[in-house]
């Protein structure tokens, strides 16, 4: 099996590990993803969503965060032991290999709708290494 497509691969899963651990270290430290103004904050500390009284929006917040971190994380660590690891297993499997192209694509809507530039960028770059290692797989 070519090295270059997994190397691709490895790299794309690597920016997306490094993007979720970075969000999920500004979730618990310091205030970027604090609104800038405190009484929205205070509101979000008191009000609470329609499914469940208990759950403040404050907390859900940080657990929507929290959530999408560790699942950006799964993908980078998953999809990168298998492209250096299991890299047959990987290139074998059309399901993985278009599932993880999928899961970039997802992740690059998100953020050019929704997100800043940093995510973005960083996004897309991800998926243009991993679309490369399938090109490159395919030849």
Not at 50 to 59: F, L, V
Request: with cysteine.
């Amino acid at each position: 099996m070519s090295t270059v497509p997994a190397i691709l691969i490895a790299a794309s899963s690597f920016v997306i590990l490094a993007l979720g651990t970075m969000h999920l270290v500004l979730t618990f430290s310091g205030t970027a993803f604090h609104p800038r103004d405190p009484a929205l904050m205070e509101a979000m500390k008191a009000g609470s969503v329609r499914i469940a009284r208990s759950a403040n929006m404050w907390r859900s917040w940080l657990g929507f965060h929290a959530s999408h971190s560790l699942g950006a994380m799964l993908f980078g660590l998953v999809y990168g032991y298998l492209a250096l690891e299991q890299s047959g297993f990987l290139f074998r499997s059309v399901f993985l290999m278009v599932l993880g192209l999928v899961v970039l694509c997802s992740y690059l809507l998100l953020a050019r709708l929704y997100w800043f530039k940093v995510p973005f960028r960083g996004i897309l770059l991800a998926t243009l290494l991993y679309a490369a290692g399938l090109v490159t797989l395919m030849r």
